[in-house]
């Protein structure tokens, strides 16, 4: 059994090449052979928002605070709140954030195939996310 202190991981920006706005990003854990589990914790203000992406075994995001919106490509964006779970599809084009005046957190855990856990797309513009 193995305890990671709090604090001990440090926090990172989220790079500017895949989120729009300011997003913290906390690593949970990493993989530990043989499970291929990632998760971190998503710090988005209001406004910030992934890019477009897709995760080769899905994805699943539990909301700690705020409000935020989620949206699936070609689909309707949806409100999430502090509780709520979402389940992203192996390979579903998606983007996650919070609202324009909310800011949101949550937990995002996903699995390794293949060496990679998610495959970066283009940004969400502003027409999308305001839409």
Not at 16 to 39: C, I, K, M
Not at 50 to 56: E, G, L, Y
Not at 113 to 130: A, C, F, P, R, S
Request: proline share 6%; charged share 20%; hydrophobic share 35%.
């Amino acid at each position: 059994m193995t305890v990671t202190p709090n604090g001990a991981q440090s926090s990172t920006r989220g790079p500017a090449e895949y989120f729009t706005g300011a997003v913290r990003v906390d690593p949970l854990f990493g993989p530990t052979a043989p499970s291929q589990t990632s998760a971190g914790q998503v710090t988005f203000d209001a406004g910030a928002r992934s890019a477009w992406h897709t995760h080769p075994l899905g994805q699943t995001l539990i909301v700690t605070s705020g409000t935020g919106w989620v949206q699936e490509w070609g689909g309707e964006k949806k409100v999430v709140r502090r509780g709520d779970i979402v389940w992203c599809p192996p390979g579903v084009k998606h983007w996650h954030g919070a609202t324009a005046t909310n800011g949101m957190s949550h937990i995002a855990i996903q699995e390794v195939l293949d060496g990679k856990n998610v495959e970066w797309m283009e940004k969400v513009t502003d027409e999308q996310y305001n839409k």
